[in-house]
């Protein structure tokens, strides 16, 4: 859910120190906390065979950045989507695993090229890689550039200490008179705020929102029962329950709410690689494959029903 420099900037703070200690209503969402494998040796990881269809759909004149690899390229910052296993140099997490689901369906080897996020339109428009797979999130101004096939919800989550009496969270009722952390100047607490304030104009208690710089504080604040619950990237919260438990999920929510929003596999503007690679997605999904990846990173509350190229993205500001 990369929408500017700011929201960049403290996901990826939130993600990091995380890991170190659809429509406008949310989904009901619950996890079972289970012990994710950072280590470098990836036996469990799922892998798939050549799929004709797909091969046969890649242009002739497609030029691959090397023979006989598919080059995807990644920021590896943010678990559980992509990250170091614990020999700090094999890149780990559900990124790298769907990768790796393609490489396979193109009958191609994987070549990983870890890029810092803000490099990857240049590394793809250079040719350096033939993909970009990094949690980029569908915007219109982006299609204007790049090519687009989508694998994720782009999605938010309410989550709530074990403990608390807190069932769900659906709607904007639901969290009337509530003590809720979210992160400062990001599209989480831009939809917090909304909801306030349609909840305000019904006559609802409003919400009291919760700021932390220091995301360990703002951990003990919701487990203490200091706050009620927080909203915030879900893949960084189902990260941290299944890492460290005494978290559930308790409601999903779009990252571009009211606007569904997606996030896709990125190829160059007109390349012809887009269709293969939805088309490829697609029938890993009716396989099975790409649900067992999801639910391998504890992220299956993220999951798409069909792979779209070029769907309609995020309003340009």
């Avoid at 989904?27 to 036996?43: E, I, K």
């Avoid at 299944?242 to 929003?261: F, H, N, Y």
């Amino acid at each position: 859910m990369k929408h500017g420099r700011n929201i960049l900037s403290a996901v990826a703070g939130t993600i990091v120190a995380l890991a170190m200690g659809f429509t406008g209503t949310a989904h009901a969402a619950g996890t079972t906390p289970t012990s994710l494998n950072l280590s470098p040796d990836q036996h469990n990881q799922v892998r798939t065979t050549p799929d004709a269809a797909a091969i046969q759909a890649v242009p002739a004149t497609f030029p691959f950045a090397e023979k006989g690899d598919v080059v995807i390229g990644m920021a590896v910052a943010w678990p559980p989507l992509g990250t170091y296993a614990t020999d700090e140099k094999t890149v780990v997490g559900f990124d790298p695993d769907l990768a790796q689901l393609v490489a396979d369906g193109l009958g191609r080897k994987l070549k990983i090229v870890v890029l810092a996020w803000e490099d990857w339109p240049l590394a793809l428009q250079s040719g350096k890689v033939d993909a970009v797979l990094s949690n980029v999130t569908v915007t219109e101004e982006r299609k204007e550039k790049f090519d687009f096939s989508t694998y994720r919800r782009d999605v938010l989550g309410f989550y709530v200490a074990d403990s608390s009496p807190i069932k769900a969270i659906r709607e904007p009722k639901d969290i009337a008179g509530l003590r809720i952390i979210t992160d400062s100047g990001t599209n989480q607490e831009k939809i917090l705020l909304a909801w306030d304030k349609e909840n305000v104009a019904h006559g609802l208690k409003p919400v009291q929102v919760q700021y932390y710089d220091d995301v360990a504080v703002r951990d003990v604040a919701l487990r203490s029962g200091r706050a009620d619950a927080i909203l915030s990237v879900n893949s960084a919260l189902a990260y941290a329950a299944a890492q460290k438990g005494g978290l559930r999920a308790v409601g999903t929510i779009s990252g571009g709410w009211p606007i569904l929003a997606d996030v896709a596999i990125t190829t160059r503007k007109g390349s012809g690689l887009a269709a293969p690679l939805t088309l490829l997605l697609n029938d890993l999904i009716q396989s099975g494959k790409y649900t067992q990846v999801l639910d391998r990173w504890s992220l299956g509350s993220e999951a798409i029903d069909k792979a779209r190229t070029n769907p309609p993205g995020l309003p340009k500001s």
